[in-house]
């Protein structure tokens, strides 16, 4: 397996491939011996000595035996021990919106906070607000934080949204959150939350496009997870007649599917401002100009798809972001672009469709935090004031 996959860029505690063992127990829920492997090509030898440390230092349980099988045969499963607790925290322009995860990434709580301020001070002086109200004392195995625009080592390179260069972010909120701190891009979290807990699980190749203030494009082949800039697939171009995107780009994809794109042409449209939810509800009610924007917007989000899916050979787009709801309101206008220059033997994409609030994004802040930091190292833990 690959190295992106395990998230092994911390220090290994384990043996990698007992990782990779731990990691398939996690992904794809309890499993027995035989069954793991079988999946994963193992003698049972070489699986029993795997599981062996993952049980002696409490990642992995042998659970309560299942019949399984017509012939009365029941075997023992193994699963994850699920102590844990991550905390994501995802933000925005305004507004910062956290979870309180379990091992798999399932929200048992969640908050959010305005950002008075934007300095870095500020944001880390809310994000710990947030943590403190979500942890309640309680010890938190990582906490993941991801934002808009490029993201390195922990250090946020570039934030349009926040106004941000170089800010070493996971510096500053390290010093005040008693946790491992981890930044990403939040297209990243939001990946990685798919392959590993959603439409993405099971699928050693996939592509993310979020649509939303911005297009987003996540990418993973070969079960791991590539590298793909913020930015670029926003500006795909889609029609040369087209709107214009804020780069000065005629008919690119960010010209016709963001929000701001789609409000702007409805409301020139309709002579007057109208907010997103109010051009989706028109939609619905048959509103002719409400239609026609999110029709062209569906339209060149099918186009885009079917480009990333033609360029990188994967079947499977997931859509995602808070404009999703226009893929669903014109899935005709969609299933128009898709289609549009798909040969005769080319199976068509598989799209399919995850709604995202700003809390899901928050999820995948916390699965970047997850797969960092599972399996923890043995030994005491500390808790969050
Ligand atoms: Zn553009």
């Keep these: 397996m690959d190295q992106n996959y395990l998230g092994l860029d911390q220090p290994t505690r384990y043996p990698r491939t007992s990782l990779a063992v731990a990691v398939e127990v996690l ?66 322009a305004d507004t910062a919106f956290a979870v309180l995860t379990d091992l798999r990434a399932q929200v048992l709580d969640s908050a959010s906070l305005p950002l008075s301020a934007t300095t870095p001070d500020d944001v880390v002086r ?35 949204y926040l106004g941000w260069k170089q800010v070493e972010l996971r510096q500053l909120a390290s010093v005040v959150l008693d946790a491992p ?65 804020p780069s000065g780009h005629r008919g690119c994809l960010a010209a016709y599917a963001t929000v701001g794109s789609i409000t702007a042409a409805a409301s020139v449209g309709h002579q007057r401002t109208l907010g997103f939810d109010e051009v989706i509800a028109l939609a619905q009610e048959g509103d002719l100009i ?47 672009g898709l289609n549009q220059y798909r040969a005769v033997d080319v199976p068509p994409v598989d799209v399919v469709i995850q709604p995202a609030d700003f809390f899901e994004w928050a999820r995948g802040a916390a699965v970047v935090a997850l797969q960092r930091e599972f399996p923890r190292a043995p030994g005491p833990r500390a808790g969050i004031e």
Aim: charged share 15%.
């Design 181 to 245: 701190v981890h930044v990403d891009n939040d297209v990243i979290g939001l990946t990685n939350a798919e392959h590993w807990f959603g439409w993405g699980r099971g699928f050693p190749g996939f592509a993310l496009l979020t649509i939303g203030a911005g297009i987003g494009y996540g990418l993973v082949l070969g079960d791991a997870l590539v590298p793909t800039e913020t930015g670029p697939v926003g500006h795909l171009p889609i029609d040369q007649g087209g709107p214009v995107c």
């Design 290 to 336: 409400a239609t026609r924007v999110l029709s062209d917007a569906a339209w060149a989000v099918g186009r885009a798809a079917s480009m990333i899916s033609d360029v990188t050979s994967v079947r499977r787009v997931i859509l995602s972001g808070e404009a999703v709801p226009l893929a669903e309101t014109a899935g005709d206008s969609l299933a128009a």
């Design 27 to 92: 992904v794809h829920g309890p499993r027995s011996r035989a069954q793991l492997a079988d999946r994963m090509n193992l003698s049972p030898a070489s699986l029993t000595r795997l599981v062996k440390p993952l049980i002696a230092g409490g990642v992995l349980i042998e659970a309560e035996p299942v019949r399984s099988s017509a012939l009365g045969r029941s075997s023992l499963l193994l699963d994850v021990v699920d102590d844990y607790r991550f905390i994501g925290v995802k933000l925005t």
């Design 126 to 160: 809310t994000i710990q607000a947030l943590v403190r109200s979500l942890a309640r004392g309680a010890t938190i195995d990582g906490v993941g934080i991801t934002l808009g625009g490029r993201v390195r080592n922990g250090v946020v390179v570039d934030s349009p």
